[in-house]
């Protein structure tokens, strides 16, 4: 089975700030894929960036990069030069059979 | 455009009242699913199709029924509603095992 937990329930930065969002997984796949979902006020799930767990380098989509740590079975997400834009609940998620498992999810605000 | 419908957006319905959730791809996906989404705990797996007339359960099928008779469609039943089925419910497709899933709008659903 898998499981991914998100210890931080809320986070709250100022505008232009980098911020790091934790999450840890556990899963008994040998191959499998990590992602991070952004769900703004408008509720659509949005997919911010995806790791697949072979590959050691970690991925970036322009503002967005993750932490990577497959030994400790972590997968944090950095978001740098935040803007307005990027207040949202954010999940962590990975695959299961036939499913994604997601993590509690991590609410973050952006102050101006 | 690619995407997932959902209908309707919102629900507020009785104890008891059958209803249907309506979900449509035109991605030409084989692989669907059903999520419902609650405070603290995430999105949880109700039921997925991995194709034509081929359903089963996810982590919390009880009070749920699906179908799938055609590919584009897998409408999510609620038969006899309750309170404790309050909640944001979205829709999901994918190719086989990209993994990477494809939301709908998402529903928001009140039983009183």
């Known amino acids: 089975a898998q499981t991914v937990t998100q210890s931080q329930p809320e986070m709250s930065v100022q505008e232009a700030e980098t911020v790091t969002l934790s999450c840890t997984y556990d899963t008994s796949e040998s191959n499998y894929y990590l992602f991070w979902y952004k769900q703004p006020p408008s509720r659509q799930m949005i997919l911010v960036i995806r790791?697949?767990?072979?590959?050691?380098q970690n991925a970036t989509e322009n503002r967005f990069s993750v932490n990577f740590q497959k030994a400790a079975k972590s997968f944090s997400l950095k978001i740098s030069d935040s803007q307005l834009g990027d207040t949202a609940m954010y999940f962590c998620a990975t695959h299961g059979a036939q499913k994604l498992v997601f993590g509690q999810g991590t609410r973050l605000t952006i102050n101006p | 455009e690619a995407q997932v419908t959902q209908n309707p957006r919102y629900l507020i319905t009785v104890t008891g009242k059958k209803l249907t959730v309506t979900c449509s791809q035109n991605m030409n996906h084989e692989y669907m699913s059903w999520y419902r989404q609650d405070p603290g705990l995430g999105l949880r797996q109700i039921y997925y199709s991995m194709n034509v007339e081929v359903t089963d359960k996810g982590d919390v099928p009880e009070g749920y029924k699906v179908s799938r008779k055609e590919k584009r469609n897998f409408p999510l039943i609620l038969e006899s509603p309750s309170p404790n089925q309050t909640s944001l419910y979205f829709c999901?497709?994918?190719?086989?095992?990209?993994?990477?899933?494809?939301f709908g709008p998402g529903t928001r659903l009140t039983v009183t």
């Open positions: 790791q697949e767990a072979y590959k050691q």
């Open positions: 999901a497709s994918s190719y086989g095992d990209s993994y990477e899933q494809y």
